[in-house]
């Protein structure tokens, strides 16, 4: 299986800030990666796919970039519906791996 | 409205049989790939296998090959879950997933609200 390294895994931000979170692949993916919100209690939500491509009804100010190992999610100014777990997940096999997560907290 | 509704909460004991289910609607069940995804408490996600209803190609996590069953019945457009003696450390939420068409089966886009399955003496 090919393993999602996210970093960090939890981090604490204010509104209004800009928020990095990276994935790394454990091989070159190209650019076969997802990632998702998660809220508590809730299901998944695809926000992007292809490794950039905006999810339809997803906001703008989430952007996603990388190909081959190394991928980043950045949300451009954090809102308060933005506070959830964040998942990146590969497509590059036929077994697709998710990250570990990264919990995207209230300072 | 495309929608995966899948069935309700589970509290079985270790060595029990289970199977659960996830009904498809809004859509063309056998044109689309339908998988589980599973969440332990407080952990993250993992992919676990998929299935094709359309004719029936099935693909598994190595991590899951040989402990669950995964199977659909196009004609009530019901995939399925199944184990054949769940061990406590099935304890967890079962997602239903139906993957974005145009790739493959590779982004999960429409997901159920999840199945809670607890395995305890």
């Known amino acids: 299986d090919i393993q999602m390294t996210q970093s960090p895994s939890s981090v604490s931000a204010s509104v209004g800030d800009r928020v990095t979170i990276t994935c790394r692949a454990s091989?070159?993916?190209?650019?076969?990666l997802a990632w998702y919100q998660q809220k508590p209690g809730k299901a998944p939500k695809l926000l992007i796919y292809?490794?950039?491509s905006l999810q339809s009804g997803v906001p703008s100010r989430f952007s996603g970039s990388g190909s081959g190992t190394d991928f980043t999610l950045t949300i451009s100014s954090l809102q308060p519906e933005d506070f959830a777990t964040y998942y990146c997940?590969?497509?590059?096999?036929?077994?697709?791996?998710f990250g570990g997560g990264t919990k995207v907290e209230i300072k | 409205e495309v929608q995966l509704v899948q069935s309700g909460a589970e509290v079985k004991k270790p060595g029990e049989s289970l199977k659960i289910s996830c009904k498809g609607s809004?859509?063309?069940?056998?044109?689309?790939?339908i998988g589980w995804v599973r969440q332990m408490p407080g952990k993250g996600l993992e992919w676990m296998g998929i299935i094709y209803p359309g004719d029936s190609d099935t693909r598994y996590s190595p991590s899951f090959q040989g402990q669950v069953t995964i199977s659909a019945d196009k004609s009530i457009s019901t995939a399925y879950l199944q184990w054949s003696s769940l061990k406590a450390s099935d304890t967890a939420m079962y997602y239903c997933?139906?993957?974005?068409?145009?790739?493959?089966?590779?982004?999960?886009?429409?997901w159920g609200k999840g199945t809670t399955v607890t395995v305890s003496s």
């Open positions: 809004g859509y063309s069940f056998t044109s689309y790939w």
């Open positions: 997933v139906r993957p974005q068409p145009g790739y493959y089966y590779y982004y999960m886009d429409v």
């Open positions: 997940q590969q497509a590059n096999s036929f077994s697709l791996t």
């Open positions: 091989q070159g993916i190209s650019s076969w």
């Open positions: 292809a490794a950039s």
